[in-house]
């Protein structure tokens, strides 16, 4: 699977941005997509985890009330929409995939097998 990450930028702290991950090479609906992130000098940190048919999700409490993940299936991407954001959001945002075993979500890093390049997210005070 290969994971392509866009939609980084500049924005100032309330603003909202949307990121978007393209999926290509195997069959999109098979698979848990999740984002990450990672700030400097930081581990890579799970943010939000979605199931493969889109009914379920899982935050960061960091996280939970101003980010929503989403996916269309028919277009093999995962969203991330990004709202009231804070200068701590700053970071490297990543997606990753893993085969869906259809009953738990994952928020490790180790449990995901495919990762995109990252987009940078820069939140300004």
């Known amino acids: 699977v290969q994971l392509q990450a866009s939609g980084g930028g500049l924005v100032q702290a309330g603003g909202s941005l949307r990121l978007s991950c393209a999926a290509s090479g195997r069959t999109f609906s098979s698979y848990d997509m999740g984002w990450f992130r990672q700030a400097p000098g930081k581990e890579r940190e799970f943010v939000a985890t979605?199931?493969?048919?889109?009914?379920?999700?899982y935050y960061a409490d960091s996280v939970k009330g101003r980010f929503t993940i989403s996916r269309d299936n028919a277009k093999s991407t995962v969203y991330l929409q990004m709202n009231s954001l804070k200068p701590e959001d700053t970071a490297v945002y990543y997606c990753a995939c893993h085969f869906s075993d259809r009953y738990t979500l994952a928020t490790m890093t180790s449990s995901y097998d495919y990762w995109g390049q990252g987009t940078l997210v820069t939140v300004s005070s």
């Open positions: 979605i199931s493969w048919s889109g009914f379920s999700t």
